[in-house]
């Protein structure tokens, strides 16, 4: 069974930078892409771009390029994302899915991050 | 950029009501149309993609439709689980890249 466990919620100050991860499971890590997707409270998801763990391809989402970086780690089968320079307005569930043949099949639960003073 | 427009944005529905919900894309984006459903809380649920191919599991009342810049989900007869916010995704066969539509909630009448 294809499954893709997030961290967990985070609370930080403006200006902080922080690091979700999403650890897979029950597949070839490498050989698929993990994309990440941001929600913003009642709002829909967005697409902030994809990363291909085996050569550690990334396209960013013009909207997100320069706002966050992603990275993998191959031993420990786990995606990372990196939010910089947080802002009120990044308060959002992030979350990561797998790229199926059938687009994305596979998502994590889910990380809410909350910025505030 | 693809823009992803869906119609409408809420529906009042009954159960066992026929539902349609309309995506279109800015330009074509051939098969490549996903829908999702998604319920407060958690994470979208894939139900279809290629535009027409249910994903595993998914009861047979879903369908999909279209190609090119024009797409529909049908449900043929609401069930209460359904009441849920629905988003199409455009997604290249060939690279990574996507863009999902604004949402469309459907409400109980």
């Given at each position: 069974?294809?499954?893709?466990?997030?961290?967990?919620?985070?609370?930080?100050?403006?200006?902080?930078?922080?690091?979700?991860?999403?650890?897979?499971?029950?597949?070839?890590?490498?050989?698929?892409?993990?994309?990440?997707?941001?929600?913003?409270?009642?709002?829909?998801?967005?697409?902030?771009?994809?990363?291909?763990?085996?050569?550690?391809?990334?396209?960013?989402?013009?909207?997100?390029?320069?706002?966050?970086?992603?990275?993998?780690?191959?031993?420990?089968?786990?995606?990372?994302?990196?939010?910089?320079?947080?802002?009120?307005?990044?308060?959002?569930?992030?979350?990561?899915?797998?790229?199926?043949?059938?687009?994305?099949?596979?998502?994590?639960?889910?990380?809410?991050?909350?910025?505030?003073? | 950029?693809?823009?992803?427009?869906?119609?409408?944005?809420?529906?009042?529905?009954?159960?066992?009501?026929?539902?349609?919900?309309?995506?279109?894309?800015?330009?074509?984006?051939?098969?490549?149309?996903?829908?999702?459903?998604q319920k407060p809380g958690t994470a979208p649920k894939l139900l279809i993609y290629e535009a027409s191919k249910l994903d595993s599991g998914v009861?047979?009342?879903?369908?999909?439709?279209?190609?090119?810049?024009?797409?529909?989900?049908?449900?043929?007869?609401?069930?209460?689980?359904?009441?849920?916010?629905?988003?199409?995704?455009?997604?290249?066969?060939?690279?990574?890249?996507?863009?999902?539509?604004?949402?469309?909630?459907?409400?109980?009448?």
């Amino acid at each position: 069974e294809v499954l893709l466990v997030q961290s967990g919620a985070e609370v930080n100050e403006p200006g902080k930078s922080l690091k979700i991860s999403c650890e897979a499971s029950g597949y070839t890590f490498n050989n698929y892409w993990i994309a990440w997707v941001r929600q913003m409270p009642g709002k829909g998801p967005e697409w902030m771009g994809s990363i291909f763990p085996g050569d550690v391809d990334t396209r960013y989402s013009p909207s997100f390029q320069g706002q966050v970086t992603f990275s993998v780690d191959k031993s420990l089968n786990t995606a990372y994302l990196h939010l910089n320079n947080l802002k009120v307005s990044a308060t959002a569930t992030y979350y990561c899915a797998r790229r199926g043949i059938n687009g994305l099949a596979n998502w994590g639960q889910g990380t809410l991050v909350t910025v505030s003073s | 950029d693809i823009q992803m427009t869906q119609s409408p944005s809420t529906l009042s529905t009954s159960i066992g009501d026929r539902v349609t919900i309309t995506c279109r894309a800015s330009q074509s984006i051939s098969k490549w149309l996903a829908w999702y459903q998604q319920k407060p809380g958690t994470a979208p649920k894939l139900l279809i993609y290629e535009a027409s191919k249910l994903d595993s599991g998914v009861p047979s009342r879903f369908s999909g439709s279209g190609s090119g810049t024009e797409f529909t989900l049908t449900i043929s007869s609401l069930q209460p689980d359904d009441f849920a916010t629905y988003y199409c995704q455009q997604y290249n066969g060939y690279t990574p890249e996507y863009s999902f539509g604004q949402g469309t909630k459907l409400e109980i009448k």
